[in-house]
T-cell receptor, first 114, second 111 residues
Framework: SAVISQKPSRDICQRGTSLTIQCQVDSQVTMMFWYRQQPGQSLTLIATANQGSEATYESGFVIDKFPISRPNLTFSTLTVSNMSPEDSSIYLC???????????FGNGTRLTVT | GNSVTQMEGPVTLSEEAFLTINCTYTATGYPSLFWYVQYPGEGLQLLLK?????DKGSNKGFEATYRKETTSFHLEKGSVQVSDSAVYFC??????????FGKGTKLTVNP
């Protein structure tokens, strides 16, 4: 299975700032996704990172707040913009291929906004 | 749309007790079903999966059977250990590779 490296593993940020999270995979994958896990809650899909084109966002998430890049088949970034304490969550990258379900997850980035 | 309803915890058991965590789903078509586990301080790991009706997924002594007639995928283990203490998530994938998760069940196993 794919080995996923997600950075940073954790960060404490001030409100109003932005943080970019990186997801690096050791092999080419078709699908890359970003999930959010709020404290004590389940995982919610933020968006699908599309290689070479704009990400596809789920209801309730917008590009201005969560810009995503995916320049190739092994790398993606998620930026959490203009942060507020409500953005304090664990953000997880997940990857997969149509022929190799299920999705595999990175260890996540634990973000605290003060 | 697709959804997963999972027994909410927390669940506290003694070592060697029998575990059941209920999971039911709503989906169009024929989803694949998964159980993921999140140990304290760690990321999400796949525990087991089933891709069609009557399939049984199993791993580390855990089992779950895909029951289409009851739209369920309950997780069971005959004898839990302290090391099984974690949060367990039921999830489904409906053909788009996107996962829909249940709310998670925190399991604590006491010695």
């Amino acid at each position: 299975s794919a080995v996923i490296s997600q950075k940073p593993s954790r960060d404490i940020c001030q409100r109003g700032t932005s943080l970019t999270i990186q997801c690096q995979v050791d092999s080419q994958v078709t699908m890359m996704f970003w999930y959010r896990q709020q404290p004590g809650q389940s995982l919610t899909l933020i968006a699908t990172a599309n290689q070479g084109s704009e990400a596809t966002y789920e209801s309730g998430f917008v590009i201005d707040k969560f810009p995503i890049s995916r320049p190739n088949l092994t790398f993606s970034t998620l930026t959490v913009s203009n942060m507020s304490p409500e953005d304090s969550s664990i953000y997880l990258c997940s990857v997969g291929d149509f022929w190799d379900s299920p999705l595999h997850f990175g260890n996540g980035t634990r973000l605290t906004v003060t | 749309g697709n959804s997963v309803t999972q027994m909410e915890g927390p669940v506290t058991l003694s070592e060697e007790a029998f575990l059941t965590i209920n999971c039911t789903y709503t989906a169009t078509g024929y989803p694949s079903l998964f159980w993921y586990v999140q140990y304290p301080g760690e990321g999400l790991q796949l525990l087991l999966k089933a891709t069609k009706a009557d399939d049984k997924g199993s791993n580390k002594g855990f089992e779950a059977t895909y029951r289409k007639e009851t739209t369920s995928f309950h997780l069971e283990k005959g004898s839990v250990q302290v090391s099984d203490s974690a949060v367990y998530f039921c999830a489904l994938e409906g053909g788009s590779e996107k996962l829909v998760f249940g709310k998670g069940t925190k399991l604590t196993v006491n010695p």
